[in-house]
């Protein structure tokens, strides 16, 4: 199984400032690593896949970047609606592994 | 537009039984990969289960292994997981996503149910 580490656990950012998040595979996964964030009491939206992919109707500033084992996802202006918990998934095996998440709070 | 309504969860002693279900509309849903997720209480997203468009193929996480089945309908546009030999451990609110289209490579989830609340509890 792969392992996906995110660091870190909680990251503190004011709004319009840049957030970076980290996931580190155990095993190469190419580019198979999509982004999600989640607010309490909502389902997962997918930001991020292909490892920098946009999905549908994700502004520009969410970024994803990375390949092999190490990845990052970069808010470039924090909105008060991107804090939230945010957690990568690896799609280049079985099973289909989250990291445990990184919880993006205000400052 | 894309919409995954679940239902089935509720209350379940351990050691029960419980099927979820979850029916799609807006897209066609016998070309698409389909798959189920969970939260417990507090705690960061676990994959559990993957099945192909036609049903050749199932994935399932070792915590479920031998005791979830997913299955599906693609006439009633249905997908479907009968989870078995409940424990407390399997508390949690699960979701069905939407996989890829079988024209296109694997991608992760884009659109998820609302989720559905089960409890193993005495």
């Known amino acids: 199984e792969i392992v996906m580490t995110q660091s870190p656990a909680t990251l503190s950012v004011s709004p319009g400032e840049r957030a970076t998040l980290s996931c580190r595979a155990s095993q190469s996964i190419s580019s198979n690593l999509g982004w999600f964030h989640q607010k309490p009491g909502q389902a997962p939206r997918l930001l991020i896949y292909?490892?920098?992919t946009r999905a549908t109707g994700i502004p520009a500033r969410f970024s994803g970047s990375g390949s092999g084992t190490e990845f990052t996802l970069t808010i470039s202006s924090l909105q008060s609606e991107d804090f939230a918990v945010y957690y990568c998934?690896?799609?280049?095996?079985?099973?289909?592994?989250f990291g445990q998440g990184t919880n993006l709070e205000i400052k | 537009e894309v919409q995954l309504v679940q239902s089935g969860g509720g209350l379940v002693p351990p050691g029960g039984s419980l099927r979820l279900s979850c029916t799609a509309s807006g897209f066609t849903f016998r070309t698409y990969s389909m798959n189920w997720v969970r939260q417990a209480p507090g705690k960061g997203l676990e994959w559990l289960s993957y099945i192909g468009s036609t049903t050749n193929f199932k994935y399932y996480a070792d915590s479920v292994k031998g005791r979830f089945t997913i299955s599906r309908d693609n006439a009633k546009s249905s997908l479907f997981l009968q989870m078995n030999s409940l424990t407390d451990d399997d508390t949690a609110v699960y979701y069905c996503a939407r996989g890829s289209d079988v024209t296109v490579g694997a991608r992760p989830s884009e659109y998820w149910g609302q989720g559905t609340l089960v409890i193993v509890s005495s």
């Open positions: 998934q690896q799609y280049h095996n079985w099973p289909y592994t």
């Open positions: 292909g490892a920098s």
